[in-house]
C-alpha cells in the first residue's frame, strides 16, 4: 500500500537535514522518516559546511 503526503503542518520553518529511508523501501507505521532543523539552526550551520568544502 502506497501513502502519500501532501501536505504536512509544521511549528516552523526549516530544512529537512536528513532522511532515514531509500526510495522504494517499506517503512512502518511511526518511524522516523525525515530530520528537520529550524531555518535559524540551518542558517548556523550552513557557513560551517561551506568553510570545510572550501
Known sequence: MTHVINAIESPFDG??????FEPGELVSDGMLL????????????EPAEAEESA
Open 34 to 45: 525525515a530530520e528537520v532543523i529550524a531555518e535559524v539552526e540551518a542558517a548556523e550551520v
Open 15 to 20: 530544512v529537512v537535514s536528513a532522511f532515514f
